[in-house]
């Protein structure tokens, strides 16, 4: 079956600008997560969503990152005022449970100018 | 504070021999551990969990043990090949929130 899937998979954007990346994950996946990584750097945990729980965003980094899910689906992670060290790869995952196996997508290289 | 650790110098292997990587922790209580495979510009892929219980764990050429006392991980590709060549990444689960802690990854390389 499709894996997890992210869109789009590179962006580029201006400094100051907000950005929309996002993630659909396995169908029937509960557990979704969002991590960002740097180059040569591990997965740094950003936020994490479980049914209909409200979710864990203790690793947002400050309150220009935000996400939201729709429908215990399709996620949506938003970067506003976007700086130049927001600039990694945001890598979204799905599990069954939040004690499985995560899934992970390819990922979304965002680069502020 | 805690804390995972994955050797960050690349390791290079000759082709047929086995891979060793380590992943040491300090500070924690894990419920379990997991390893993943990491290529260029994609996600991590998932290849074996180990609980805390368990000391030893199989799939194929892979092998992964667990040291609570030691706090570490070994993870063992045996008669490796240059397809094995990819970034591993150790990621720990804690009992409090089972939200895993990820290392920063080791480069493996096998050379033909």
């Known amino acids: 079956g499709a894996g997890v899937s992210q869109s789009p998979s590179n962006k580029v954007t201006e400094k100051g600008k907000d950005v929309e990346l996002r993630c659909d994950p396995i169908?029937?996946?509960?557990?979704l997560y969002w991590y960002r990584q740097s180059l040569g750097q591990g997965l740094e945990f950003l936020i994490y969503?479980?049914?209909?729980?409200?979710?864990?965003k203790s690793g947002l980094p400050s309150d220009r990152f935000s996400a939201e899910r729709t429908g215990g689906s399709v996620s949506t992670l938003t970067i506003q005022r976007t700086q130049q060290e927001d600039s990694a790869v945001y890598l979204c995952?799905?599990?069954?449970?939040?004690?499985?196996?995560?899934?992970f997508g390819p990922g979304t290289r965002l680069t502020v100018l | 504070s805690q804390k995972i650790e994955q050797n960050s110098e690349a390791l290079n292997i000759q082709e047929g021999k086995t891979a060793t990587l380590t992943c040491n922790y300090t500070?924690?209580?894990?419920?379990?551990l997991q390893w993943y495979r990491q290529d260029p510009g994609r996600g991590p892929v998932f290849l074996l969990l180990?609980?805390?219980n368990e000391k030893e764990k199989r799939k194929e050429r892979l092998k992964v043990t667990f040291d609570t006392t030691l706090k570490q991980s070994l993870f063992h590709i045996t008669a490796s090949q240059p397809a094995d060549s990819a970034t591993y990444l150790c990621?720990?689960?804690?009992?409090?929130?089972?939200?895993?802690?990820w290392g920063a990854g080791t480069k493996l390389i096998i050379k033909p």
């Open positions: 990621a720990l689960a804690s009992r409090s929130n089972y939200q895993l802690i």
């Open positions: 500070n924690y209580s894990p419920a379990y």
């Open positions: 180990i609980r805390e």
């Open positions: 169908s029937g996946h509960t557990a």
């Open positions: 969503f479980q049914g209909n729980s409200a979710p864990d």
């Open positions: 995952a799905s599990s069954l449970l939040d004690t499985d196996t995560q899934y």
